[in-house]
């Protein structure tokens, strides 16, 4: 057994309950700083460790490594390392600077981590289980807060509903293939064509549970509330890395166990991709709450990322993968202004609160519209590249239809990232903002900074995009 | 034919529990019809041959998790009027979903083939000469010892949750030095009182609080009264005379 695959997935648990017996033993309130501290080297080393570790199938074929987990999960650590600046400010305003919360962005991360490698159903669940069931505490944690608790409560409902669904699907899968591993399934499906209806229904129930991970339209409804409720670094997190094992999930188990299925999952993921963006786009326009609108903003987003792999090709894939690499950019970036958004001590949260913005903070209001720009998808910024490569790859498997809809849509979505924009430099000033601190400032502006110069690095994000969407058409 | 005969009689019941969780009106009832459903469900297992498992649910599902889910019940105000308020409003939709769930699930059945040779892979022993427990023991700590960690992981941050969301430092809290606490003689904290017959506790002069025994064992910052405040009963019942 090749136990060594998996070693970043155990140097992070390990150094979780490090962190976790440090911040134990230590006297309350001084065990945050450390412990971040802690994570934040953790994160670094396992990022390393990530790359550095061989490809393979492990643990009696329940773990896989290969160029595409390693991507995805480079993409999840990068999360976890900036949701963690983030909260080293924020968490004390608030009063969640509690080390358990680092241990669990921790667990979190490593559920995420798990969830991208996996082999087998069976490593699906547990992988889904560890991320999530650490989410639903972080929602809640800060328990002053009436909307962080209903933000909780929400979560974990309607989450433990689509484990439920999930779960069905699996066991509908095992009874009519008679394996939980990708393998298996994949060569069940390769030797009898013909798919047999409990197959489907297994299929169908199994995609649900993933749609609702990455908050796809029509399983959608729990995301304003729960961004809105939870604290901002939290919703930071929350907006990233589980979307992002999600969608790796999505991606491994429909290109490779179910992808002589194509033809028959390619109208479904369509459907879902078109609901997402146009609800997404129409929904926030109403919005005055900004995480609320954020949270719009990501259902539209996933609908984006998810014509990449309605095109079921290689060259989707990778659309699928660069743009969710950008979406990393925009988005950390975006909540680490309105993170920064507070004043005299109070966090603030409406759109309104922004006004002026571009004269009393330039650089900030800089940054943000940035972030603006490019989720709008304006040319040379980062957010522009992932909706062209995955268009380009839609019109390359002929869905049209889905293509000019998506356009479409995203020029209805341009309207409230811009409306931003507009608030921030031609509204009147109303009272500035507390002066940002040095973390917020530093994840703020080097997002905006990636976002800008993300065209230099296309060529070879491109190139690796590639090699990590082969990966899994073997 | 015993077994097909236990099986229909589990069976039954616990279809008819489980109908009853759900309709019946007082919450405990259904926590106990739900208790039912799963003894039945663990004697299904047993008549598949699957003791551990049967013991299992009996030990987690009916010992633990329902014993503690009727706690909750009982101790906490649930209001059904209140519950059922969105009920009518949200009776069609569930309702179209239902059926639509019904429908998939008959065409399920309906396609259910099963393979002849899985009757005969059941009745074979996993290994041989082995026990169930063991040989489910076995599987979990060789092959699948990567999920059972991972499993581990999954209850360490429910368990990091039930703390982090629960325990915190009320201003209210009293905490006692425990070994002060032991040194105490009992005549320092009892009193032996006799009373008579249709008399309270008031009319006897109300509690008294051992003043000294209190400021003595608890621990520093810990809330109690000051030592200024009134807890002399004759003080106290002057108070609420004056008051009258």
Known sequence: MNWTLAIPEIALSISGLIILLWGAIQKKGNAFFPCAILSIAAFVAVGFLTLTVSNGVGYNGLFINDEFSRYMKILIIIAGFLSIILSIDFNGKNDTNCFEYIALIVFSTVGAMVMVSSNDLMTLYMGLELSSLALYILCAIDRKNVFSAESGVKYFVLGSVASGILLYGISMIYGFSGGMGYSTIHQIIASNHALSAGFAVGLVFVLVGLCFKISAVPFHMWTPDVYQGAPTPVTTFLSTAPKFAAFALFLRLMIGPFGHLSPQWQLLIEVIAILSIIIGSVGAIAQTNIKRMMAYSSISHMGFALVGLAAATPDGVMGTLIYLTTYLFMNVGTFAVIAAMSRKGHVVENINDLAGLGKTDPGIATAMAIFMFSMAGVPPLAGFFGKFLVFKAALGADLYSLTIIGLLASAVGAFFYLRIVKIMFFDKAVEALDQRSLSLSFVTFSMGTLTLVFMLFLSPMIQMGQIAAQSLFH | ?244
């Open chain 2, 1 to 244: 034919m015993m077994p097909i005969i236990l099986f229909y009689i589990f069976a039954v019941i616990l279809l008819l529990s489980a109908v009853m969780v759900v309709i019946s009106r007082n919450s405990v009832h259904a926590a106990l019809f739900l208790v039912l459903a799963f003894c039945n469900a663990s004697g299904l297992f047993l008549i598949a041959g699957a003791e551990f498992l049967a013991i299992l649910l009996i030990a987690i599902y009916a010992g633990a998790v329902m014993i503690l889910f009727l706690f909750i019940v009982m101790t906490m105000q649930t209001n059904l009027v209140q519950l059922k308020e969105g009920m009518q409003h949200y009776l069609p939709v569930g309702f179209c979903i239902a059926i639509v769930l019904v429908v998939e699930l008959i065409i399920v059945a309906i396609n259910w083939h099963i393979d002849p040779n899985v009757a005969e892979a059941a009745r074979q022993p996993l290994l041989q000469n082995m026990s169930n427990t063991k040989a489910l023991g076995s599987l979990i700590y060789t092959n699948y010892i990567f999920l059972f960690q991972m499993a581990g992981l999954v209850l360490l941050v429910a368990m990091i949750g039930a703390i982090v969301l629960t325990l915190r430092k009320r201003p209210t809290n009293r905490r006692q030095v425990v070994a002060r606490q032991h040194m105490r003689e009992p005549n320092q904290t009892l009193e032996m009182r006799s009373v008579e017959l249709n008399k309270g506790v008031d009319d006897l002069g109300g509690y008294l609080r051992p003043k000294e025994t209190y400021y003595g064992i608890a621990q520093e910052d810990s809330f109690g009264p000051k030592p200024g405040d009134k807890m002399d009963i004759t003080e106290k019942r002057q108070e609420r005379e004056q008051s009258k």
